[in-house]
């Protein structure tokens, strides 16, 4: 049978999930969000639950779909958490939040260390003969530096905002810590010889990121920009997370691919990367159940 959505699953062996890329709408990085209109679908979906997930996928999946899906999908859940951040401090970026603001943002360092972790289940000959291939046709430098939503929080991740030193944000502090330690790790484990796309294109400069290039790493990641409201910012993050939740439920962490897994976090990468392992997912909706809160408060009174 050819393509992974018409093949039979036979009895009792549950549906493939469909991983349909979908666009992600989001505003201009600093622009604020739609008033919400009336008729629009409020807050009622804060009671699911957590679906369980094996580490090993036991179903075996179709290699490109399933891993270019993570790609786009990690990416885009992470951008939205960025943008969650931003609304947070990025208006008076001198001024320290209130503590429930500072525990939401260590819950999004936290979620998107957990996209790290799930955009990069791809197996490593995969990802250099297929994603990283698909990237280079976008632009031979491209780079995460270009990604517009993570300029604007980039200080916090770097440490440099004056106020992080505070006692009141060593959560925060070690969440950041924590994905300076995944993402490290993770870059080590896709690229061993540690050449970004950026580093191994000969002749390009060091310039600033121009619009351009935002719009160019936008167009891959299948992000639009346009004015929206709250609410439908939460329900796109929302609906992203359902999704990853229904992936990891069916697929594993970790897919089964003709037989073999391909295992990003092992016995010897330590405790930070091995939490992630079973807890990704219940650290995203952790994120988002706040992110939710905090955008929704006051929508519709």
């Given at each position: 049978?050819?393509?992974?959505?018409?093949?039979?699953?036979?009895?009792?062996?549950?549906?493939?999930?469909?991983?349909?890329?979908?666009?992600?709408?989001?505003?201009?990085?600093?622009?604020?969000?739609?008033?919400?209109?009336?008729?629009?679908?409020?807050?009622?979906?804060?009671?699911?639950?957590i679906p369980d997930?094996?580490?090993?996928?036991?179903?075996?999946?179709?290699?490109?779909?399933?891993?270019?899906?993570?790609?786009?999908?990690?990416?885009?859940?992470?951008?939205?958490?960025?943008?969650?951040?931003?609304?947070?401090?990025?208006?008076?970026?001198?001024?320290?939040?209130?503590?429930?603001?500072?525990?939401?943002?260590?819950?999004?360092?936290?979620?998107?260390?957990?996209?790290?972790?799930?955009?990069?289940?791809?197996?490593?000959?995969?990802?250099?003969?297929?994603?990283?291939?698909?990237?280079?046709l976008q632009h031979?430098?491209?780079?995460?530096?270009?990604?517009?939503?993570?300029?604007?929080?980039?200080?916090?991740?770097?440490?440099?905002?004056?106020?992080?030193?505070?006692?009141?944000?060593?959560?925060?502090?070690?969440?950041?810590?924590?994905?300076?330690?995944?993402?490290?790790?993770?870059?080590?484990?896709?690229?061993?010889?540690?050449?970004?796309?950026?580093?191994?294109?000969?002749?390009?400069?060091?310039?600033?990121?121009?619009?351009?290039?935002?719009?160019?790493?936008?167009?891959?990641?299948?992000?639009?920009?346009?004015?929206?409201?709250?609410?439908?910012?939460?329900?796109?993050?929302?609906?992203?997370?359902?999704?990853?939740?229904?992936?990891?439920?069916?697929?594993?962490?970790?897919?089964?691919?003709?037989?073999?897994?391909?295992?990003?976090?092992?016995?010897?990468?330590?405790?930070?990367?091995?939490?992630?392992?079973?807890g990704a997912l219940?650290?995203?909706?952790?994120?988002?159940?706040?992110?939710?809160?905090?955008?929704?408060?006051?929508?519709?009174?």
């Amino acid at each position: 049978m050819k393509g992974g959505q018409g093949s039979r699953t036979g009895p009792g062996r549950p549906e493939p999930p469909m991983l349909q890329l979908r666009p992600l709408f989001l505003p201009e990085p600093g622009r604020s969000f739609e008033p919400s209109g009336h008729g629009e679908p409020g807050d009622d979906t804060m009671a699911q639950g957590i679906p369980d997930y094996k580490v090993f996928g036991v179903h075996p999946v179709e290699a490109e779909r399933v891993f270019w899906y993570r790609w786009i999908t990690g990416h885009q859940v992470s951008f939205a958490l960025w943008r969650a951040m931003y609304d947070i401090f990025g208006d008076s970026p001198d001024t320290m939040p209130p503590r429930p603001e500072l525990d939401v943002l260590a819950a999004c360092v936290d979620a998107y260390s957990a996209m790290l972790l799930y955009s990069s289940t791809v197996p490593c000959a995969h990802y250099h003969s297929h994603i990283r291939r698909r990237m280079a046709l976008q632009h031979p430098a491209i780079s995460g530096t270009w990604a517009p939503d993570y300029r604007p929080v980039r200080r916090l991740f770097r440490g440099k905002l004056s106020w992080q030193g505070d006692p009141a944000c060593e959560p925060l502090g070690t969440a950041v810590a924590r994905n300076a330690a995944a993402h490290d790790y993770i870059a080590a484990h896709l690229v061993p010889d540690g050449l970004s796309l950026l580093q191994q294109s000969i002749g390009t400069p060091a310039m600033a990121v121009s619009q351009e290039k935002e719009e160019l790493y936008d167009n891959l990641f299948l992000t639009l920009r346009r004015p929206i409201s709250r609410i439908q910012f939460v329900g796109q993050l929302r609906a992203r997370v359902a999704e990853v939740g229904t992936d990891l439920a069916h697929n594993g962490l970790y897919p089964n691919v003709e037989g073999h897994h391909h295992p990003v976090v092992t016995g010897h990468s330590g405790g930070i990367m091995m939490t992630l392992v079973p807890g990704a997912l219940r650290a995203l909706d952790e994120a988002t159940r706040l992110v939710a809160r905090h955008q929704l408060q006051g929508v519709g009174a």
